[in-house]
């Protein structure tokens, strides 16, 4: 599915020329959050948003956005000790992982997957932190990559990939 995202999402900066890839830079804590207003809004239902970035870089003020934007009213802090957070009463739903203490192989792996299914089974946007402890391929997913950029951060929204052709499907379009 190819949403575009990249229009008007409320954070400072205009997005980038890439039709692939939306670009934006966030000057403030409030600018990130307006990003995570704007995206929550605009994400496909039950998306699942990977979020990169160093210590700091704004992965909880983004999904605080996303769960204004949800209805979802209780202070949202990163789950780093909880490891996942859900949120049921949001519309829709939020499910929050961060990953970052697992670092075991197959940890993250076992624990995205189960929190996946019920993110699923609830219709939830799922907000993923630190996705990069994953060895799961995810081509469902959106990217959301920050980092600090002069005095503020850079967000980078990446769509998710589409489907690889196989063999059998090439041959049968050519």
């Not at 699942?48 to 983004?62: C, D, F, H, Q, V």
């Amino acid at each position: 599915m190819n949403v575009n995202l990249c229009g008007d999402a409320e954070a400072s900066g205009s997005p980038g020329a890439d039709s692939t890839q939306c670009l934006w830079e966030l000057e403030t804590l409030e600018t990130t959050r307006a990003l995570g207003r704007g995206l929550a809004q605009r994400l496909p239902k039950g998306a699942i948003l990977l979020l990169e970035g160093p210590l700091g870089a704004g992965k909880t003020s983004l999904v605080q956005g996303l769960a204004l934007a949800c209805g979802i009213s209780e202070p949202i802090t990163s789950p780093t000790f909880s490891l996942a957070q859900h949120y049921p009463d949001g519309n829709p739903p939020l499910v929050h992982l961060d990953l970052y203490r697992l670092d075991t192989p197959g940890s993250a792996d076992e624990l995205f997957l189960q929190e996946e299914e019920e993110a699923r089974a609830m219709g939830a946007l799922m907000a993923v932190e630190w996705p990069e402890r994953l060895r799961l391929v995810l081509p469902e997913a959106w990217q959301l990559d920050l980092a600090y950029q002069g005095e503020g951060r850079q967000a980078r929204l990446t769509p998710p990939h589409a489907p690889a052709m196989n063999a059998s499907t090439s041959g049968a379009l050519g």
